[in-house]
DNA sequence: TCTGGGGTCCTAGGACCC
DNA sequence: TCTGGGGTCCTAGGACCC
């Protein structure tokens, strides 16, 4: 089966010129919470050297120097745009999966190999005229060899966006005998490493390379990628995303903290955030994790980091009950005299809410309905007035560790705007700040 | 001065059982 | 010198990805 991969061109930094069109041709990155670190770039902001997760301070003199725009990043915007790109991908074929924020898995039975190119532009076409966002497609037999071509689509100006890796082993070794082995999908750089210490250096080198052997080498994981790459499917469109087994909300702060009621506010906030989460997603979870540490990066500073599990033996999605698990782990194994750097709260053992309430009559006492209603007021008004209108005096009214966005603050005026329509389809009202 | 956040999967090794 | 052999389950940590 003919199988594509369609990823978005510089997602964030694409969707920041899609909402300014005076943007087109001008650098942009788009950084990380807290401005860390660089999370994307516009083509022309890689022309100037700016490496991918390069820390902001260090590229800070080469962006005011090319006037770079620089952007903190605004994932409620980028998750309306990814919205409205799926939509459009998702009609174009049979299999359709949406694998990340930017990319996604389509899968076209009986589609015969002479069509694709030609199917791989009308899909890019689409997408850039319905959403603004320039796509690059890659299509092959499966979907290493997709993520592959979809690579060489992005780097190779003559494909005009599409690359089709040739289902013929000649044209696949053509293909796969330039294509370096730390640049495939799955092999990291301690893989790499170990094949490298074998003489396999190419896609082909490893496609060619006995699958046992290979097995003993890198796993079942390096297995399926060599056998992926000689064209047997190892790794299938997986169309009904299943339920996630964790949330996580974690943040760095945005300066250190050492108090006990710093961390514990912070922790406060990423538990009522987690709780949120989860009865969006309909959800509830009996276990919650915290974890904090000192900033890595300060070798000579003491470090200190941990992690502590709390258990309930019912399910719940209160904020409340969350909240307090979470500050009886903190309590636990906080230690005095640390600069900590960052903290985060991990909600596991998720179960649909649904089938707790069949399975579990007796959870009508453990959880009272009037907390039900205080959950639904809480949510609906967050969902209309903004985050975090109403929450927990817990959470801390200075909060001295509060992430920083500098360069969202210094346009703080909020606008209220509307994406382009679909088929006359209204999409929701979106705030961002421009 | 300043270094993100949120996931998944696999494996090795220990505990435990018969 | 000699001290079974398999299983399963769980967990921590590593590796990788976007």
Partial sequence: MLRALADCNNFFASCERALNPALIGVP?????????????????????????????????????????????????VYGDFSERVMEVLAKQARDFESYSIDEAFLGFPDMPEADARALGHRIRNDVLLTTGISVSIGMGATKVLCKLANERAKSDAESGGVIVVPSSPAGREEFLKGVKTRDIWGVGKGLATRLRGHGILSAQDLAEAD??????????????????????PCHEIIENAEARKSIMVSRSFGRPVSDFIDLSEAIATHAVRA???????????????????????????????????????????DLGVIGA???????????????????????????????????????????????????KAVDTINAKLGKEMVRPASTGFERKWKSKSEQLSENSQTQEKVLPKTNGVPKRRIRFHE
Wanted: glycine share 8%; with cysteine.
């Fill in 28 to 76: 942009i990155v788009v950084l990380s919470n807290n401005d860390g670190c660089v999370i994307a770039r516009s083509s022309e902001a890689k022309l100037l050297g700016i490496p991918m997760g390069a820390p902001f301070f260090q590229v800070r003199r080469v962006c005011e120097a090319h006037s770079v725009k620089v952007f903190s990043s605004n994932f409620s």
């Fill in 211 to 232: 699958p046992a052997f290979i097995r003993r080498l890198a796993g079942v994981v390096g297995e399926r990628i060599a056998l992926e790459l000689r064209g047997i």
């Fill in 275 to 317: 709780a949120e989460k989860l009865r969006q997603e309909n959800l509830a979870t009996s276990t919650v994790t915290v974890f904090f540490g000192t900033n890595r990066f300060q070798k000579e500073a003491e470090q200190y980091g941990t992690s502590e599990t709390e258990e309930i033996d019912f399910l719940t999605d």
């Fill in 325 to 375: 698990m979470a500050q009886r782990a903190l309590k636990r194994v906080f230690k005095e005299g640390y600069f900590y750097k960052k903290a985060g709260v991990i909600l596991t053992e998720l179960s649909s809410k649904d089938v707790v309430q069949e399975t579990l009559p007796g959870l009508g006492t453990a959880v009272p309905s009037s907390r039900n209603r205080l959950m």
